[in-house]
T-cell receptor
Framework: KQEVTQIPAALSVPEGENLVLNCSFTDSAIYNLQWFRQDPGKGLTSLLLIQSSQREQTSGRLNASLDKSSGRSTLYIAASQPGDSATYLCAALNAGKSTFGDGTTLTVKP | DAGVTQSPTHLIKTRGQQVTLRCSPKSGHDTVSWYQQALGQGPQFIFQYYEEEERQRGNFPDRFSGHQFPNYSSELNVNALLLGDSALYLC??????????????FGQGTRLTVV
């Protein structure tokens, strides 16, 4: 059974700081790993998708890496802004089913 | 492209009642998955529909059932509602290409409150 853990559960940083969010998973036989952003009471917005054959993906100030052998993925956010404040979730896809972590709630202070 | 749309956005029901939630997938997608998200937790997989059949199911009781229509839209039905069923219900769509789902896109969710 796949289990996904995200650490830390909450993070508060000043504006402009670079930061890393962590995601670990127990079953390395994943098809892909996807990072999402969720604003309070809203649905999920897809940020980055990394296929199992890839090591990283980049979109603007975001960079996600994947290390299947160690069961880890990281989401790097450069030059954080107050608008980045949200909950960030990672999901591992195995056999057609996505397993989510409980997320990291990020607060970027002006 | 309207993306994934869910209805209704909010719903209040009484214990013991039944509820139906609806989802229209993103254009070009053929697979719909449903998730339950309790406050402060990550989404939990309920089930996935493809070609009008339930393809995968998570650890949810039979009170949770679903359906997929020929146009790929889907319904989630919950019978005999419990207070613990109060949650945000999310629908995700994807394309089942070479046997594995591609990038999943989520709707804005239906907030169900059971009183």
């Amino acid at each position: 059974k796949q289990e996904v853990t995200q650490i830390p559960a909450a993070l508060s940083v000043p504006e402009g700081e670079n930061l890393v969010l962590n995601c670990s998973f127990t079953d390395s036989a994943i098809y892909n790993l996807q990072w999402f952003r969720q604003d309070p009471g809203k649905g999920l917005t897809s940020l980055l998708l990394i296929q199992s054959s890839q090591r990283e993906q980049t979109s603007g100030r975001l960079n996600a890496s994947l290390d299947k052998s160690s069961g880890r993925s990281t989401l790097y956010i450069a030059a954080s802004q107050p608008g980045d404040s949200a909950t960030y979730l990672c999901a591992a896809l195995n056999a057609g089913k996505s397993t989510f972590g409980d997320g990291t709630t990020l607060t970027v202070k002006p | 492209d309207a993306g994934v749309t869910q209805s209704p956005t909010h719903l209040i029901k009484t214990r013991g009642q039944q509820v139906t939630l609806r989802c229209s997938p993103k254009s070009g997608h053929d697979t719909v998955s449903w998730y339950q998200q309790a406050l402060g937790q990550g989404p939990q997989f309920i089930f996935q529909y493809y070609e009008e059949e339930e393809r995968q199911r998570g650890n949810f009781p039979d009170r949770f059932s679903g359906h997929q229509f020929p146009n790929y839209s889907s319904e989630l039905n919950v019978n005999a509602l419990l207070l613990g069923d109060s949650a945000l219900y999310l629908c995700a769509s994807s394309f089942l290409g070479l046997g594995q789902s591609t990038e999943a896109f989520f709707g804005q969710g239906t907030r169900l409150t059971v009183v």
